[in-house]
């Protein structure tokens, strides 16, 4: 018998269920509802010929990164509101593994910009550098990525769209197509959403806060911040920031530690929801986790170095 008023094991996987029932559903309804919408646009676009156009218009600059011009609906859908709104516009492309995994590691690095920032500032970030470091990072670890994943099919929609299918002819794929993404993310985002429930009800979280304290060393993180670390990798940053404000207010944490963490998770957070999604649709999973572990590990040293060069000036005026 374990210890939750002499509940079971299995008795504890059925509340921990129970519990991420309720807030799954209302992701999962909600998820569906942005999917749908972003979809339909996507198809209507597609449909009279728009999509051909915006992908004709903006694809100078998107193939900067290698990404076919179509690629900015997902990216500016993605920066402005959601992963799941890019996921949405990104699946209704016809992109092959390796711009999806370009396309993954952009908007990771700066969906939900004007949200997110918000919550990083309520923390005590400054917006404008959190802003900056989202935008610019994800802009140039995409160029990058660009320059080092070797070279293939890149822009397959061109063709797509250039076939001008009637409404009859695409009505029936389209919604075919969007059942089957809508059930695919329903079933993720709950099993997700239980996994959770269970790794904290069983106090694995915990336990992972101990094992992780060298490579929490290698990024440059105190380790003090190790718990919060890993609520920002499973439930993203807007829950990792929630939980990041409430230590600041019990003096669990300084503002530097606090400084040094919002670097990190800026670019590298929900590392399991939201990395799951973008290889259900045919990312690389580890390109994407690397390349964003690369960039907030040279981000969160950069920023120790300042903060030493700072102390070494104020020391020296004084």
């Given at each position: 018998?374990?210890?939750?008023?002499?509940?079971?094991?299995?008795?504890?996987?059925?509340?921990?269920?129970?519990?991420?029932?309720p807030?799954?559903?209302?992701t999962?309804?909600?998820?569906?509802?942005?999917?749908?919408?972003?979809?339909?646009a996507?198809?209507?676009?597609?449909?009279t010929?728009?999509?051909?156009?915006i992908?004709?218009?903006l694809?100078?600059?998107?193939?900067?990164i290698?990404?076919?011009?179509e690629?900015?609906l997902?990216?500016?859908?993605?920066y402005?509101?959601?992963?799941?709104s890019a996921?949405?516009?990104?699946?209704?492309?016809?992109?092959?593994?390796?711009?999806?995994?370009?396309?993954?590691?952009l908007?990771?690095?700066?969906?939900?910009?004007?949200?997110?920032?918000?919550?990083?500032?309520?923390?005590?970030?400054?917006a404008l550098?959190?802003?900056?470091?989202?935008?610019?990072?994800?802009?140039?670890?995409?160029?990058?990525l660009?320059?080092?994943?070797p070279a293939?099919?890149?822009?397959?929609?061109?063709?797509?769209?250039?076939?001008?299918?009637?409404?009859?002819e695409?009505?029936?794929?389209?919604?075919?197509?969007?059942?089957?993404?809508?059930?695919?993310?329903?079933?993720?985002?709950?099993l997700?959403?239980?996994?959770?429930?269970?790794?904290?009800e069983?106090?694995?979280?915990?336990?992972?806060t101990?094992?992780?304290?060298?490579p929490?060393?290698?990024?440059?993180?105190?380790?003090?911040?190790?718990?919060?670390?890993?609520?920002?990798?499973?439930?993203g940053l807007?829950?990792?920031?929630?939980?990041?404000f409430?230590?600041?207010?019990?003096?669990?944490?300084?503002?530097?530690?606090?400084?040094?963490?919002?670097?990190?998770?800026?670019?590298?957070?929900?590392?399991?929801?939201?990395l799951?999604l973008?290889?259900?649709?045919?990312?690389v999973?580890?390109?994407?986790?690397?390349?964003?572990?690369?960039?907030?590990?040279?981000?969160?040293?950069e920023?120790?170095?300042?903060?030493h060069?700072?102390?070494?000036?104020?020391?020296?005026?004084?």
């Amino acid at each position: 018998m374990d210890s939750r008023n002499g509940l079971s094991f299995w008795e504890r996987l059925v509340y921990c269920t129970k519990e991420a029932t309720p807030g799954a559903i209302k992701t999962i309804w909600w998820v569906i509802r942005i999917t749908a919408i972003v979809s339909l646009a996507i198809y209507i676009l597609r449909l009279t010929g728009a999509l051909n156009w915006i992908g004709r218009e903006l694809s100078p600059m998107m193939s900067f990164i290698g990404l076919p011009g179509e690629a900015s609906l997902a990216y500016v859908s993605g920066y402005f509101v959601n992963v799941y709104s890019a996921i949405a516009a990104c699946a209704s492309l016809n992109l092959s593994a390796r711009s999806v995994t370009i396309l993954a590691v952009l908007v990771m690095c700066s969906h939900n910009m004007i949200v997110e920032t918000a919550v990083q500032k309520k923390t005590g970030s400054s917006a404008l550098r959190i802003f900056l470091v989202r935008t610019l990072s994800g802009l140039i670890l995409a160029y990058l990525l660009n320059l080092i994943l070797p070279a293939g099919q890149q822009a397959e929609l061109g063709a797509a769209v250039e076939e001008h299918l009637t409404l009859k002819e695409s009505l029936w794929p389209w919604a075919l197509s969007l059942l089957k993404l809508c059930v695919k993310m329903a079933v993720l985002i709950f099993l997700l959403s239980v996994l959770q429930q269970i790794l904290s009800e069983f106090g694995v979280i915990k336990f992972l806060t101990k094992v992780i304290r060298w490579p929490m060393k290698f990024f440059g993180l105190p380790e003090d911040t190790s718990f919060l670390w890993i609520v920002a990798n499973t439930l993203g940053l807007a829950y990792g920031a929630a939980v990041m404000f409430q230590e600041k207010e019990k003096g669990n944490i300084s503002d530097r530690e606090i400084q040094l963490l919002n670097t990190h998770i800026a670019i590298s957070h929900s590392n399991l929801e939201d990395l799951i999604l973008f290889v259900s649709i045919g990312g690389v999973w580890w390109i994407i986790l690397l390349a964003r572990w690369a960039g907030s590990l040279i981000l969160v040293w950069e920023e120790r170095l300042e903060f030493h060069i700072r102390d070494k000036f104020t020391k020296f005026a004084s």
